[in-house]
Structure formats: C-alpha cells, structure tokens
C-alpha cells in the first residue's frame, strides 16, 4: 500500500510539473508569436513610410511642412538653446557613454539582457546608415549639420535606449525609487532627443517616425534572436 501510495504521488507529481512546464512553453509560445506579429507591423509601416518618401508623397511632405512651420512660428531662443543642449546626448560622445554605461550595468546583472541591447543598438546604427544612403534624403536646410536625412540616426539610438531602460535595465534596479526615477528620467530626455531632430530643423518629421520605428523594430528583433538562442543553447 505505501509502494502504490508512493507511486501514485509521484505520478501525479510528474503531472503537474509536465502541466507546468508545457503552460510556460505555450506562454513564451504566445509571447514569441505578438512579437513576431508586432515586428511584422513595424517593419511594414517603415517601409510605406520609406516609399512615401522615396516617392516624395504629397502626405508625407505636407506633414514634414506643417510641423516645420508650427515649430518655426512658435521657436524661443531659450527653447533652442536647450534643445541644443539635449541634442547632444544622441551625438556620437553621448551615445558612446551611455551605451557603455547601460552595457556594463547589463552585464553585471543579466546576460540575456546585456546580448539583447548590444545586439539591438549596433543592429539599428548599421540600418541607419545603410538606409540614409541608399535613400539619399537631403537635410531641412539648417546651419548645424549636414549630411543624408532619412532616418534620423538620434530618433533610432534614443528609441533603443529608451526600450532598454523600460525593459531591460528598469526590472532590474531593486530600489523602487531608484527604479521610478530612472524611468521618469529616460522616458523624458530620450523622446527629447528625438523631438530636438525636427525643432531644430535638422531632420524632418517623417525621418524621426521612420528611425523610432526602426529602432523599435531591431530591439524587437534582438530580443526574438536572443529567445531563439537560449533555446537551442
């Protein structure tokens, strides 16, 4: 009788541990396919979004136009001067800085999360670039930079970095005032960043949606390449 007892509890041990474990494969399942479908969808408005300019739509140029000129009519010097300021963190000596400083936090206290971001921010860097020239989009004439325009490079290393601290960094600060604040802190200044690329007029509208799509695209992206590694490792 105790043999059978015996038997018994540890089947349905078996069982439930088996039911368990197939409810967190169908969740990571479930997880998996809304990214892939979220990727999808990222993907596809960058790309109609990249032909309405390649096209010179009328839609996208009358949206660059008209923020141009609601910028343009509402511009303080103290506003630009502090846009000035912001847009320097996503210059190449901001980037730089916090990427080595999110990194090196990452590394420390997961691994998974340290291949994710540093996956996910060169991938976007290099899209960047190709895309800027194969599309060869001339800047907003402006007196501070020059170059290719389509996508804005800040927008997409914002948006990285702006993901990486909600989800990545953010879970992992214990303290939950630390947590809070660093929240409020990245969920300002990096959509900051973004924005001071069309105030200052060194990037049009459409370039800054484009590189925050982009950038939401590869930190998805990494974040699904490294799912799948950890499970063949």
Do not use: W
């Given at each position: ?198 105030y200052l007029s060194v990037h049009f509208t459409s ?27």
């Amino acid at each position: 009788c105790k043999a059978e007892r015996c038997m018994t509890i540890y089947f349905r041990y078996l069982a439930h541990n088996q039911s368990r474990t197939n409810k967190l494969f169908m969740l990571k399942y479930t997880n998996m396919k809304k990214r892939a479908v979220i990727l999808s969808f990222l993907i596809s408005l960058f790309l109609v979004i990249t032909f309405l300019v390649m096209s010179n739509n009328s839609f996208t140029i009358n949206l660059d136009n008209t923020v141009k000129a609601v910028l343009e009519s509402n511009q303080s010097t103290t506003v630009y001067n502090l846009m000035l300021y912001i847009t320097n963190i996503g210059d190449v000596l901001g980037t730089i800085i916090i990427f080595l400083v999110f990194g090196g936090f990452l590394f420390l206290k997961s691994k998974k999360s340290f291949y994710i971001f540093t996956i996910s921010a060169p991938l976007s860097v290099i899209l960047a670039e190709i895309f800027k020239y194969s599309i060869k989009r001339a800047r907003p004439h402006n007196l501070l930079e020059q170059g290719f325009s389509f996508p804005s490079a800040h927008a997409i290393i914002s948006t990285i970095f702006l993901l990486s601290s909600i989800f990545l960094i953010m879970p992992l600060i214990k303290n939950k005032f630390s947590s809070k604040f660093f929240l409020i802190i990245t969920s300002i200044i990096f959509p900051l960043v973004a924005f001071s690329r069309i105030y200052l007029s060194v990037h049009f509208t459409s370039d800054v949606i484009a590189g925050i799509l982009l950038g939401s695209a590869s930190f998805l992206l990494a974040t699904i390449c490294c799912h799948k590694m950890e499970n063949v490792l």
